[in-house]
């Protein structure tokens, strides 16, 4: 069973901290990597994607890969109110058959507290 | 751009009755498309991906079943609803080809079973 795990919170932090959010998946073969953001009631949204080991930056957000380890983890900085919601892990079944099929995580809540 | 247009955003049936679900693609040619639900508080679960028109793949046994008339249309259909039935139901797209590429995700429709 391909798995991707996640706690599910809710991780509360202060207004302008760095939120730190984790994941771990089974799947080795594994290539691709995603977190989505989803407010209450709506859809998700992607906001990462990272394919190599390393770090990906893009504005206050920062993705983590380490697929020796099997972890992926997103860094929230100067955190706001309005990055409250919940942000799902997903991952690329593989093999994939050029499916782009994903393995969600259920997500951590996030709140950022003024 | 890309974009992807769902509909009803929500919708009561009641008990019995039939559903069907409309999920449209601009912008892109080919894509692979996916039906997931979303039970309240829960995580996603891919019930339905296609890559190509007519060709359907489904994850889970359930009474629901999904179509490809045409390359950007997605539809989700039932016979008659169950109470379990009841959830947010996503469609979303990916370019396809390589395997590795993210899903974007539609408004979604939010379906409450009397």
């Known amino acids: 069973q391909k798995e991707v795990e996640q706690n599910s919170g809710p991780l509360s932090v202060p207004e302008g901290a760095i939120a730190s959010l984790n994941c771990t998946y089974s799947?080795?073969?594994?290539?691709?990597f995603f977190w989505y953001r989803q407010y209450s009631g709506k859809s998700p949204e992607l906001i990462m994607s990272?394919?190599?080991?390393g770090d990906k930056e893009d504005g206050r957000f920062t993705a983590q890969l380490n697929k020796a380890s099997q972890y992926v983890s997103l860094l929230i900085r100067d955190s706001q109110p309005s990055d409250s919601a919940t942000y799902l892990c997903?991952?690329?079944?593989?093999?994939?058959?050029?499916?782009?099929?994903?393995?969600f995580g259920t997500g951590t809540r996030l709140q950022v507290f003024p | 751009s890309q974009t992807i247009h769902q509909w009803p955003a929500t919708l009561v049936q009641p008990v019995g009755s039939p559903l069907s679900l409309e999920c449209t693609v601009e912008g892109t040619s080919n894509p692979n498309l996916y039906w997931y639900r979303q039970a309240a508080g829960r995580g996603l679960q891919l019930l339905f991906y296609?890559?190509?028109?007519?060709?359907i793949s489904s994850e889970v046994p359930q009474n629901l079943s999904a179509s490809r008339p045409q390359d950007r249309q997605f539809i989700l259909s039932s016979k008659k609803l169950l109470l379990s039935d009841s959830g947010f139901y996503l469609c979303?797209?990916?370019?396809?080809?390589?395997?590795?590429?993210?899903?974007?995700f539609g408004d979604g429709t939010r379906l409450s079973i009397l």
């Open positions: 979303a797209w990916s370019a396809g080809g390589g395997g590795n590429q993210p899903q974007h």
């Open positions: 990272i394919y190599s080991n």
């Open positions: 997903a991952v690329n079944a593989f093999p994939s058959y050029n499916t782009d099929k994903l393995i």
């Open positions: 799947d080795r073969g594994s290539q691709s």
């Open positions: 296609s890559v190509g028109i007519g060709q």
